[in-house]
């Protein structure tokens, strides 16, 4: 599996993007999809799930109802829009394969994307 993550740039508070990763590979029906983020000087954090074969979905309580993370079947990717951004959530994003044994925790995800950054002026 091989992920390529997309669309990250410059923006300001309160204004929207749209992040994508290409997926290229098997991802089994019970594997997960997710978003992390890190932002300077911090840790990676988880940001959003989605498991592969249905629509169930699952974000940090840091961005329910601003951020909606979902799979374009057509595509073959995994898009995260971000909406309502704010300055906290400036962060090189990264995509991830997660094995759906703990959707939260950084070890059940692998391979990972590159990481595409995300910076939000105040």
């Known amino acids: 599996v091989q992920l390529q993550a997309s669309g990250g740039g410059l923006v300001q508070t309160g204004d929207s993007l749209r992040l994508s990763c290409a997926v290229t590979?098997?991802?089994?029906?019970?594997?997960?999809m997710g978003w992390f983020r890190q932002a300077p000087g911090k840790e990676r954090e988880f940001v959003a799930a989605h498991r592969w074969s249905d629509p169930r979905t699952y974000y940090a309580d840091s961005v329910k109802g601003r951020f909606t993370i979902s799979r374009d079947r057509a595509k073959d990717t995994l898009d995260l829009q971000m909406n309502s951004v704010k300055p906290e959530d400036t962060a090189v994003y990264y995509c991830?394969?997660?094995?759906?044994?703990?959707?939260?925790?950084?070890?059940?995800?692998?391979?990972w994307g590159q990481g595409t950054l995300v910076t939000v002026s105040s």
């Open positions: 991830a394969r997660g094995y759906g044994r703990s959707l939260y925790q950084i070890r059940d995800y692998d391979p």
């Open positions: 590979g098997r991802i089994f029906s019970s594997h997960v």
